[in-house]
């Protein structure tokens, strides 16, 4: 446990599902982030929330929709999504934006 | 944006050896990061080097920051089973954090 907690840990969706993926932080942290992992490809950053306001979106499709309610949670919306979405989603938090961050376990996706 | 090149992809080893991987940039970083990603699980923080120059150890691990702020490498001696993972160095500048894609090990009992 490292902290950040994601769930679920599998998803397995249709291509005209609607899903949200959960991320939680107990850590004090102000800085959250929403990381896709791809195999054999780095890290692909897809948002950034730094006490509870976006501050960077990676030119994602707007099929993902991030929410951050409060400092501690974060959502993914997910709808209509592709099959090629399919891959490993990672949260992130740390004390400020781009310091050492605390990943959580991940949620498996898979788009059929 | 700054692209990190890390090598080797990936890595076959017999348990005991002595492992050595390696991060490179375009650009400088003030601060340099390890992490570690066993399977099934997200990455987690091993060494962090916040000095040009510096040498820092954890146990069988060892990291240093490169004195041109450009390079990193990571070094892991007698390797165990336990060391099988994707090994990922990070490099950070003012709020910009950038990840290589990873070496994956496998070690041979």
């Known amino acids: 446990e490292t902290g950040v907690t994601q769930t679920p840990r599998h998803l397995v969706m249709g291509m005209t599902n609607k899903k949200s993926l959960k991320c939680e932080q107990h850590?004090?942290?102000?800085?959250m982030y929403w990381y896709k992992q791809s195999a054999k490809k780095p890290l692909e950053l897809m948002f950034v929330?730094?006490?509870?306001?976006?501050?960077e979106n990676n030119s994602v499709p707007s099929r993902f929709s991030p929410e951050c309610p409060n400092s501690s949670h974060l959502f993914l919306h997910l709808h209509t999504l592709q099959p090629e979405d399919s891959a490993l989603y990672l949260c992130?938090?740390?004390?400020?934006?781009?310091?050492?961050?605390?990943f959580g376990s991940g949620t498996r996706l898979t788009v059929v | 944006g700054q692209q990190l090149n890390q090598s080797p992809q990936s890595m076959f080893i017999q348990e005991g050896e002595d492992v050595s991987m390696n991060c490179t940039s375009s650009?400088?970083?003030?601060?340099w990061l390890w992490y570690k990603q066993d399977p099934g699980e997200g990455p987690v923080l091993l060494i962090a080097?916040?000095?040009?120059?510096e040498l820092t150890s954890n146990g069988r691990l060892t990291a240093q920051f490169g004195t041109t702020r450009k390079d990193s490498f990571l070094n892991i001696s007698a390797s165990i089973p336990s060391d099988v993972g994707i090994y990922f160095c990070?490099?950070?500048?003012?709020?910009?954090?950038?990840f290589g894609a990873g070496t994956r090990l496998t070690v041979k009992p």
């Open positions: 992130a938090s740390s004390r400020q934006t781009g310091n050492g961050y605390t």
């Open positions: 850590l004090g942290h102000n800085a």
């Open positions: 929330y730094s006490l509870e306001e976006r501050v």
């Open positions: 650009s400088i970083f003030n601060t």
């Open positions: 080097l916040y000095k040009a120059g």
């Open positions: 990070a490099g950070q500048e003012n709020n910009d954090m950038r």
